[in-house]
Each structure stands twice: as structure tokens, then as C-alpha cells.
């Protein structure tokens, strides 16, 4: 698959499958892993809270450790600003998505 | 130019990795506005700018000389455009920010910075810039600017954000005469004196432009434009180079040179060899622009004794001071229309040419911009970075500016470096946020804070899906975290914007536009999403 096709590939799929915002925030000891990514240490308790957001009927769900709660008042706060976010990258920027989908699938050397 | 998509989405890529870096414009602002003292410039560190910009910053939002909707559409291109924005409008002196009050007895603050900064263009800020503001230092100097100018002290300071208003402010007071400069200096070259030595034609010009107006123009044919050194009188000619009105305009042509270019050395009322050869070059530029041959000795001419007579009024009323009212946008776009208009219209071995020498300036600029602001002998070595006039003279030139390029006309050379270097810029800042809209359309986007052994990493998808990798130990990182999320969500929709306006270009256009049309063709999408994002805010 050439680049630009990769490209209306993905903007088709993110115009078309915005029912869910899933916002993770996650804490523990982290290293450079073998695939060059960073990733959490093995053998230890991941600390953290996930939120699953359902844009259409307006469903949240949110799992948050016991001790991440407690102890990390700043990290709840910071996940809830992701939160917005996640509204607002989607709100910004979805009506840009579609303009770029359908000028190029609108024009004549478009695949 | 290929029809490729991919290979052209590559090759912009490619071409953003070989365009001007902007870095150094950055550092010299904040030098100037004293958030760096002077004498480390010349061992500068990476951590010493990023506290200033981060000072400078904190005041600047403070400061109330920024609208807030102008702060967001800037914050749109990321923190790091917004300082260099905010830092270039705080230090332009074409169009620059209107100061509404003058600051309190003790305050050091954004607006004794500009206060402090602009004086020491002129030569008149003898402490640091940061220094604080005080009726003995920062307003007596000012009432040196507002006796010439005659008006007040805070009137003063906001005459000197426009030069070009400033300039005009002055020709309307003061009379011919006071224009006709003396500057001595003996380290011109023999040279150059030789080669300027026509006190006979310039005497003939000051009567055909002055006649015998008054004793002044009368005493300088029979008492000093004379042939035998021992009919000079040198007393005069000595009184005359200490005025220190005459020597404040003397300032002023140097700023107005420096500002277009011609001048490159150091701002420190040393007219030498350098700001000589500056007024040659002008009258050059200006004869091969406007075909007509203006001899220098219509402004200048060496006397004896390393004294020069220099008819400043001849040279500001030509060649510093434009008719028509700025609208830049415009001008800015009449220039690119222009140039893609020739470049679509010329045979295959002049649109070569063109983009020879197009690198060529590219090559020439980027070299300039990875020369670090320096200190010399106690002045910043600086490089003048506001627009106004530039585009106003290059929408007059429009018509010629293609040819020059293609000829590579030596007269032009330096004009050309300053305009490209704007549009580089405008070139730099649209293809960074199409690579950015790009890549966030391909995969995550990853924003990474990180201080000794913890980080905190947030990646983020176009559906709106966020993950936060926290290291144990990062919260205190949070909240400059946040700040970077924030700068770079807002960033986002304008990156997206302007892919998509890119990519249309490119589909719509495969096969038909040669590179350099191209280029051009982005700098023009990113003005106009600019602009409408500008809009949005307002």
C-alpha cells in the first residue's frame, strides 16, 4: 500500500469509527524495551486507570487502581484532562478529516 | 516533476531538512531584550535559552501588549513559533508594538526591555537592558529622542516602532540643511576615498537642489567643497561631525541600512568602511531596479582629512521612505504570484536556472542562519528580522525579481537573500505542519516530557484515543506535560489543515508544476490557513 493510500485508509477509518474514546493512564517502573519502544518492567503492579467514553449514548466506564487513587491525586486530575482532549481532538479535528477524504476522492487522479 | 505521489510527499520531507534553521533568530531576541546578558552570548548554552524563552514567555503573556486571540492563533503553530513570533514583534522597529503607558519607577518587565532595547539601537542605553526602569536612566534617555522628535517621552518611544514614521517625523521638522551630514573617519580605505573624492560634482548638485537657500549650502561651496586642502575650513567641518542631532541621523541611516540589508556590521555609530559601501550598494540596488543611474556622488563625497559630506535627505526621502500604505498580505502574495506566473511561463533552461540559483540562495541563507549571534567588541552582532518594508520594496520589484534570480544579478544578491529568507521561513513553517498533520494521519503521535530518569509519554491517535506511559517519580512533570499536550493539540488542527491543503495540490496537480511552483504554491496554502485561522480566533 503506497503512503497516500495508507493515508485515506486511516482517515477513512478514524471518520468512521468514532463511537469510542479510550483514555489510559498508566504508572510503574518503565524501560527501553528490545523493539525500541518503552514499555512497563516485567514483575510488577501497574498502577493506572482506563476510562472508555461512548460518544453516542454518553456511557463512561472508568477502572482506576485502588492505590492510583489514593496516592496520585495529580495523575486522576491529569487523566481527566486527557479526557477533554480526546473530546477535543476529535471535535477539532474531524471536520478537517472529511474535507481531506472528499476533496481528493472528488478530484479526476484520485485512485 | 514526478508524478508520484509518495515520492513527492518524500521530497518535501527531504526539502524541509535542507531549509534555513530559525534557532539562532530566537536566541539573538533574546539577547537583545536582555533575558541573556550580553557577554555570554559567545559561550551560549542550550539550558541559558530555554530559561530565557520560558522568561520571556511568563512576561510576555503578562505584559498585555498581546491580544489573547493573537497569542492562540500563534499557539497554534506550537511553543516554539509562538516565542519567536512574540520575540520578533517585540523587537521590530518597522511595525512595531505600541507601548500605552510608560512602566513604573523600578519595574523590569517586557516593556522596559523594549523601552531599553530600542534606545540601545539608537546608541543611547549605555546600562543593561534588563536593568530597571528609573526616571535618571530610562527617561532621561528617552527625552534625548523626544527633544528631537518634539513630543513626549512616551510618544517618543512608540516612534521608534516605525522608522519609517520616525523618519518622516523628523524630515517635516527640521530643515534642509540639518540633513547634510559631515562624517569623519579615518578608517576608510584609500580606496574608497579616491573612488568617492567628487567634491566638485557634489557642490554642482547642492546648488541645483539647494541653490543659495541659506548661509549653510553658501559656506560649504566657498569653505569647504574646495579643491587646496588649506582653503577647507576644517574647524567647521570638525564642529559640524560632533552635532550631535546630525550625528543621530547618521544613526538613523545606519538602523534604516541595517534594516534593509545593505548593512551587516555592527550597530555602534562607527560610520566606517562598511556603512559607506552600504549607501553604494543601495544606490545600485535602487539604479538596477529603477533603471535609472544615479551617481553616488549625488549623496556622497570625500572632502580631505578622512572628513565625507553625505546629503541625508536626498537619501532618505528616495530611498527610506515608501508612498503607499503597507498591506503587506497582499504585497506578500503579488511576489509569489509573480514569481510562479514567470516560472510557468519560461522554456525548460530558465526554469533550471531559477532553481540553481534558488538553492544557491538557500545555500547562502542557511549558512548566515547557523552563525550564532556573536558579541563583538561590547555590541550584538545582529541581524535585523522585521518584514514590513522588505515586502513592501519586493511587491515594487515584483516585476524583476524573477530575472534577477535567473541572471543571479549581483545588485540584487543581497535584496534576494533577505526576501527568501522570509519566504524559507514561511516555506519551513508550512512543511513542518504538513510532516506533522502527515504523520499523526499515519500512526500515533507520541509527546514526550522527561527529566533525569522519569518521563511521561503520551501517544495519541485521529480517533481521539490517548494513552499515558507515567515512570514511577514523574508526577512533578505533570504540569509541564500538560502544557506541552495542550500546545500540541492546538497545533494539530492547523497541522491537519494544512495537509490537507497540500495533498490537494498535489493530486490536482501532478505533472504540471515544476518544484519551485510548488514551493511556492505551499508557502501560499500556508498563508491563507494561516489567515483563516487568524480569523477564527478574532
Known sequence: ?111 | MSDNPDFIIDRLDQELATLPAANNESRQHLIELGYIPLMKTNALHSIDVVKASDQFLSEALSSGLFPSAEIEQLKQQGKDYLIRQLLRKATDIDEGINIPTLPMEGAVNLITRIIHYRLDIFGLWPHAIATRHTSINTLSQLKVIAGYAQCSPLEAINFLSDMEAFTRRLLSIYEEKDFILTIHSQQVSGDLKKKLDRRFAFKRQLIEDFGDRNDFFIFLRKHILKERENKIDFDFLKKEARNDFKQFIMRLIQIHQWQEGFYDGLLDSNMGELTLKSFLDAIDLYNKANNRWIKPHRIITYVEDGYFLFNALFFLQEYMIEDHAPQQRKEDDLVLSAMADNLAKADEGTQLAFQQNMEQLKKEIRQGAETPPKERKGFLHRVYYGIKRLIKKAAKLAGKLFNWIVDKVKEGWKFLKKLFTHFFEQLSEGLKAFIDGIKFLIGRRAIHTASENNFIISSFSIDGDAVSLVSTGAVQLIPSHLRQVNYWVGAMQFSLAIAGGVLKIIMQALNALSWPILLFTIIKVYKNISKSFKNLQL
Not at chain 1, 24 to 29: A, L, N, P, R
Open chain 1, 1 to 111: 500500500m503506497s503512503k497516500l493510500d495508507d493515508i485515506f485508509a486511516k482517515i477513512e477509518k478514524a471518520t468512521t469509527d468514532l463511537t469510542t474514546l479510550k483514555i489510559q493512564t498508566v504508572m510503574g517502573d518503565l524501560e527501553l524495551q528490545n523493539d525500541g519502544h518503552i514499555g512497563f518492567k516485567k514483575g510488577q503492579t501497574i498502577q493506572g486507570v482506563i476510562s472508555n467514553i461512548d460518544l453516542i449514548d454518553g456511557d463512561i466506564k472508568t477502572q482506576i487502581t485502588e492505590e492510583f487513587y489514593k496516592n496520585y491525586p495529580e495523575l486522576v486530575q491529569f487523566h481527566q484532562a486527557r479526557e477533554v482532549k480526546g473530546h477535543e481532538i476529535i471535535a477539532n479535528n474531524i471536520d478537517t478529516l472529511k474535507t481531506i477524504i472528499e476533496t481528493i476522492k472528488n478530484l479526476p487522479q484520485s485512485k
